[in-house]
């Protein structure tokens, strides 16, 4: 079974600073896709990224880039300008077919 | 990106009633929907997966009886909490995503359950 580790479960950044959130996994497949979700204190989650496995470009989204590598099974987010809207709960996700697999979360909290 | 609702966003009942909870794609069609049941401070935890015209996938140690899921159509699935006791209050998620978006789940807004 896959699973997905986040190993920090607060991290805390200055307002207009750098962040990295870190996520490992475990999969026996080579074709699979990875996300960072956003969920702010309403609890509606939000897409932040995704990367594609077969892709080796990094995905990047305005102020939001992964680091992903394959074959240590590292997907860490970077956020880079921390603004107050960040501080959220951050999870990291696995996918491919059947349900989302889901890490335990990472508190981000953004101090002004 | 897609839209899923949910309905209601907020729910309160006494023990032993049944409650139903809507998930709708608004904007496209889903032959799956996916089911996750979240407590404070914790992470998703998935209970099903709902197929459309057939029957509902549930994860190990999820009473089938108990959570009804029912996907009658290609965007609308429901969620019902039979004979809902204390314990089964939580936050209730849905998801569902449109083909061609490789994998991207989105979620509805969830239903917080509170039984008395």
């Known amino acids: 079974a896959q699973t997905v580790t986040q190993s920090q479960p607060e991290m805390s950044v200055q307002e207009a600073e750098t962040v990295t959130l870190s996520c490992t996994y475990d999969?026996?497949?080579?074709?699979?896709?990875l996300f960072w979700y956003k969920q702010p204190p309403s609890r509606q989650m939000i897409l932040v990224i995704r990367q594609e496995a077969y892709k080796q470009q990094n995905a990047t989204e305005n102020r939001f880039s992964v680091n992903f590598q394959k074959a240590a099974k590292s997907f860490s987010l970077k956020i880079s300008d921390s603004q107050l809207g960040d501080a959220a709960m951050y999870f990291c996700a696995y996918r491919r077919l059947g349900a989302m697999r889901f890490g335990a979360g990472t508190r981000l909290t953004v101090k002004p | 990106g897609a839209v899923v609702s949910q309905h209601p966003s907020r729910v309160i009942c006494k023990s032993g009633t049944s409650v139903k909870i809507e998930c709708r794609s608004l904007?496209?069609?889903?032959?799956?929907m996916f089911w996750y049941r979240q407590f404070p401070k914790q992470s998703l935890m998935l209970m099903a997966t709902s197929n459309e015209g057939s029957k509902a996938t549930y994860e190990q140690g999820v009473e089938k009886d108990k959570f009804l899921i029912n996907h009658a159509s290609l965007t609308l699935s429901t969620l019902t909490v039979t004979s809902a006791h204390p314990e089964d209050s939580s936050f209730y998620i849905c998801?569902?995503?449109?083909?061609?978006?490789?994998?991207?789940?989105?979620f509805g807004p969830g239903t917080r359950l509170l039984v008395l």
């Open positions: 999969t026996s497949e080579s074709d699979y896709y």
């Open positions: 998801s569902a995503g449109p083909s061609g978006e490789g994998e991207t789940q989105y």
């Open positions: 904007d496209f069609q889903a032959t799956t």
